[in-house]
């Protein structure tokens, strides 16, 4: 492999092919399909050939971009989504299991519910997710301007705090392209003792509020008092409804980003 060290390394020019180019404290590897042009002072501007090829006025067409960094450039752009998506849900929510513990997750599913991006959130929520919103899917249909709202464990939930949002993402054609979900652990969800998780609970509605899937926003209309009435008509309804319908309100302003990013 040609070297060049630093007192015969050009002055000026570029270089190409596969080439170590060492100094007193770097080794730089010049790949193939990748040129080295020398700065005086400054170092080594390193140009991939497709871009020397393709000119300026194409920089921007993903088309020209190889398929690997195409790849990577989508999957961090949906992995910046569901960030964002955290970061709202934090922000805006009431309960210290949310706002503090960061006990919530995001996600981004395809169309038929498989899980595509989601954010380091909790690896137990995550894992579910799509278990969840395929579950959902089968049990009650999804349109434009719905969102959904469960916490039972026979769809994809885990324990009964923890309650998922779900919100169906189509295109301009009302064609249905994927889904936006996050799951919080509310801190009150009603049961025999605060906390939602008696020890001496022989059902699951001794537990707390059991939510079955349901709509919280029916074609862009809320159902908030319906959701209202659930938690307080429970057989152990919830101790602090309000903080819950706050929770809920976070938990939709999230999904909604995520839903506008898309």
């Known amino acids: 492999m040609p070297q060049e060290g630093a007192v015969s390394r050009p002055v000026a020019g570029e270089v190409s092919s596969l080439r170590l180019i060492q100094d007193a404290f770097s080794t730089l590897v010049i790949a193939p399909g990748w040129r080295a042009e020398f700065w005086p002072g ?52 009431l309960s210290t299991n949310i706002r503090e513990r960061l006990d919530f997750s995001c996600a981004l599913l395809d169309a038929d519910g498989q899980l595509i991006s989601s954010a380091p959130h909790i690896p137990v929520h995550l894992g579910a997710l799509g278990e969840c919103v395929r579950s959902v899917m089968a049990r009650l249909p ?3 301007g719905d969102t959904v709202v469960t916490n039972h464990p026979a769809y994809g939930g885990s324990h009964l705090p923890d309650i998922t949002l779900i919100t169906p993402v189509h295109d301009a ?48 209309e809320s159902c908030f008092a319906a959701m209202e009435a659930h938690f307080r008509g429970a057989t152990h309804p919830s101790r602090q409804v309000a903080d819950n319908l706050a929770d809920l309100h976070a938990q939709l302003a999230a999904n909604q980003l995520g839903l506008r990013r898309l």
């Open 42 to 93: 400054v170092g080594h501007l390193l140009k991939h050939e497709l871009e020397t090829q393709t000119g300026t006025e194409e920089r921007g067409d993903l088309n020209a971009t190889p398929r690997v960094l195409r790849r990577e450039l989508l999957r961090h752009r949906l992995h910046a989504v569901v960030e964002e998506m955290g970061a709202l849900l934090c922000r805006t929510a």
């Open 142 to 144: 999804m349109e434009v």
């Open 173 to 220: 054609a009302g064609q249905r392209i994927g889904f936006v979900a996050n799951r919080a652990h509310h801190a009150e969800i009603g049961g025999m003792a605060p906390g939602s998780m008696p020890t001496a609970a022989r059902c699951l509605e001794e537990e707390g509020v059991v939510i079955e899937p349901m709509k919280l926003i029916a074609a862009g």
